[in-house]
């Protein structure tokens, strides 16, 4: 277990991502049965990412990702615990088992899927630029300027991306997107490259703000999934035909469109085949 443990810590490093400080003593991910046993599974969500995640009026956390989480409990037949999380602790919670499955806009990808498994996905996610309407950009390839700061958040997906295809643009990273959406609201840098689904959400609390968000299809889409502890194979097939029947009741849909104030932008292709 501590060779294990010492594999994931080294790769998660890999990806960009810092572990946080373990719990004392043994800690692992729990299987479907011993959830069932237990009665409660332990979802790690990030409350900084609304619509997915945030604090209402009565200082409790609601959501996309909070009705999907209790959508799946009730289907377990078990209770929801959910656990704070935020972008840079998301998978190293679940690779140290401090959770059962983590939320939070957890891209499925290559380097992720080094340190742990994915279900299927859950929603699509779509990429563009974030900037003020004073900003000349017009596509993806201006921001390759030494002129230019994008503003990004610390174990973001598209981190590597902009490291390898924008190298002469300055990076400001930052540890959530509300600090990010502030840094470009107080002109602290220029635009920021990530996922636009819930951007017309989140920078409405801007309102003396004009923004302007510039679709980047050339980057492609990429499909967001529940996170868990590699190798936790019951867990993981169950998690897919949950998520093979909401998609296709029409559950998700309905709790994004509850949420988004909108319908998925690019749909996801539901299979019965995992």
């Given at each position: 277990m501590i060779l294990m443990l010492g594999i994931m810590v080294r790769l998660a490093c890999l990806v960009g991502i810092m572990f946080v400080a373990l719990p004392a003593g043994p800690a692992w991910a729990r299987s479907l049965d011993e959830i069932l046993h237990a009665g409660t599974i332990r979802v790690g969500i990030n409350p900084t990412l609304p619509p997915l995640a945030l604090f209402d009026e009565k200082n409790e956390l609601v959501g996309f990702d909070v009705d999907l989480a209790q959508e799946?409990?009730?289907?377990?037949?078990?209770?929801?615990e959910i656990v704070q999380v935020s972008a840079p602790d998301r998978v190293p919670f679940v690779a140290s088992g401090r959770v059962d499955v983590v939320l939070g806009g957890m891209t499925r990808d290559t380097l992720r899927a080094k340190v742990i498994d994915f279900s299927v996905p859950i929603n699509s996610e779509n990429y563009g630029i974030i900037?003020?309407?004073?900003?000349?950009f017009s596509k993806l390839s201006d921001l390759d300027n030494d002129n230019i700061t994008l503003v990004q958040v610390r174990g973001g997906a598209v981190i590597s991306f902009?490291?390898?295809?924008?190298?002469?643009?300055?990076?400001?990273l930052l540890d959530n997107y509300n600090d990010r959406d502030r840094a470009l609201a107080q002109g602290r840098g220029d635009a920021s490259f990530d996922r636009i689904d819930s951007m017309e959400y989140r920078l409405k609390i801007f309102p003396a703000i004009k923004w302007k968000i510039i679709p980047s299809p050339e980057f492609g889409v990429t499909y967001s999934g529940f996170g868990m502890e590699k190798g936790n194979y019951s867990l993981r097939d169950w998690l897919n035909i949950a998520l093979y029947e909401l998609h296709t009741s029409g559950m998700i849909e309905t709790l994004w469109e509850k949420w988004f104030l909108r319908p998925m932008d690019t749909k996801v292709p539901v299979t019965p085949y995992f």
């Amino acid at each position: 277990m501590i060779l294990m443990l010492g594999i994931m810590v080294r790769l998660a490093c890999l990806v960009g991502i810092m572990f946080v400080a373990l719990p004392a003593g043994p800690a692992w991910a729990r299987s479907l049965d011993e959830i069932l046993h237990a009665g409660t599974i332990r979802v790690g969500i990030n409350p900084t990412l609304p619509p997915l995640a945030l604090f209402d009026e009565k200082n409790e956390l609601v959501g996309f990702d909070v009705d999907l989480a209790q959508e799946v409990a009730s289907k377990l037949g078990v209770k929801l615990e959910i656990v704070q999380v935020s972008a840079p602790d998301r998978v190293p919670f679940v690779a140290s088992g401090r959770v059962d499955v983590v939320l939070g806009g957890m891209t499925r990808d290559t380097l992720r899927a080094k340190v742990i498994d994915f279900s299927v996905p859950i929603n699509s996610e779509n990429y563009g630029i974030i900037t003020r309407e004073d900003k000349s950009f017009s596509k993806l390839s201006d921001l390759d300027n030494d002129n230019i700061t994008l503003v990004q958040v610390r174990g973001g997906a598209v981190i590597s991306f902009i490291q390898k295809n924008l190298p002469k643009a300055h990076l400001i990273l930052l540890d959530n997107y509300n600090d990010r959406d502030r840094a470009l609201a107080q002109g602290r840098g220029d635009a920021s490259f990530d996922r636009i689904d819930s951007m017309e959400y989140r920078l409405k609390i801007f309102p003396a703000i004009k923004w302007k968000i510039i679709p980047s299809p050339e980057f492609g889409v990429t499909y967001s999934g529940f996170g868990m502890e590699k190798g936790n194979y019951s867990l993981r097939d169950w998690l897919n035909i949950a998520l093979y029947e909401l998609h296709t009741s029409g559950m998700i849909e309905t709790l994004w469109e509850k949420w988004f104030l909108r319908p998925m932008d690019t749909k996801v292709p539901v299979t019965p085949y995992f």
